[in-house]
């Protein structure tokens, strides 16, 4: 596709259960961020993937958030054993490249988790 | 450590009028900074980005902002509001720095902005 695809879009789950997240990146992008969106909270860095480089997982609220890689391409964030306050925006973006800089970070729409 | 500070969650401004939305940053090292706009249930959309080229940074849909160093502050602003420029507003910082983790953004939370008739 041209542009960060997510799914899924919407997502209810009941608290206690565990969710996966998906990324698709932009074909040839190598750097790839998740973000977390809450009310009130602005946009939180939670990892950012670099080619074959170890993750900077240095934005992760809690052991039971994580995230995967596979093949450089797409990936998953899972968050375990949900809580209310994991209801939020989950944002996947990907750039050429190290982004932040002069090679542009480009956002999915994102997908909308509610734990019940 | 790197922060942005964005004055005001919400701005309201009549069509027509001018669009100031203020951003202050926060940076040990020269910085990168960045305006990414988000419209109703869409993800977030770059519309102009400083990289230590020209201080006035010219973008998408008539934006533009310039960065002060003396003043720490990267303005957005716009001539003459449209209807459709309603949207939040995020203004962010990097390092500037093309390596690892110098690369992440940092955001502010962000400016709802309202147009009225």
């Known amino acids: 596709g041209a542009g960060v695809s997510q799914s899924p879009s919407n997502k209810v789950t009941e608290k206690g259960k565990d969710v996966e997240l998906r990324c698709d990146p932009i074909s040839g992008h190598t750097a790839l961020y998740w973000y977390r969106q809450s009310l009130g909270q602005g946009l939180e860095f939670l990892i950012y993937?670099?080619?074959?480089?170890?993750?900077?997982k240095s934005g992760l609220p809690s052991d039971r958030f994580s995230a995967e890689r596979t093949g450089g391409s797409v990936s998953t964030l899972t968050i375990q054993r949900t809580q209310q306050e994991d209801s939020a925006v989950y944002l996947c973006a990907s750039s050429l490249a190290p982004g932040g800089g002069r090679n542009t970070i480009y956002f999915g729409e994102g997908s909308w988790l509610t734990v019940v | 450590a790197q922060s942005v500070t964005q004055l005001g969650s919400h701005v309201s401004v009549s069509e027509g009028a001018l669009v100031l939305l203020r951003c202050n940053y926060s940076s040990s090292v020269p910085p990168y900074l960045f305006w990414y706009v988000q419209y109703p249930n869409q993800g977030l959309q770059l519309l102009l980005k400083?990289?230590?080229?020209?201080?006035l940074v010219k973008g998408i849909n008539g934006f533009e902002a310039e960065f002060k160093k003396s003043e720490t502050s990267f303005h957005l602003t716009k001539p003459s509001a449209h209807m459709s420029d309603a949207a939040e507003y995020f203004c962010a910082v990097s390092r500037g720095e093309n390596t690892g983790t110098a690369s992440k953004l940092t955001f502010g939370t962000g400016t709802r902005l309202q147009v009225t008739l």
């Open positions: 993937f670099q080619g074959n480089s170890a993750p900077d």
């Open positions: 400083y990289t230590s080229a020209a201080t």
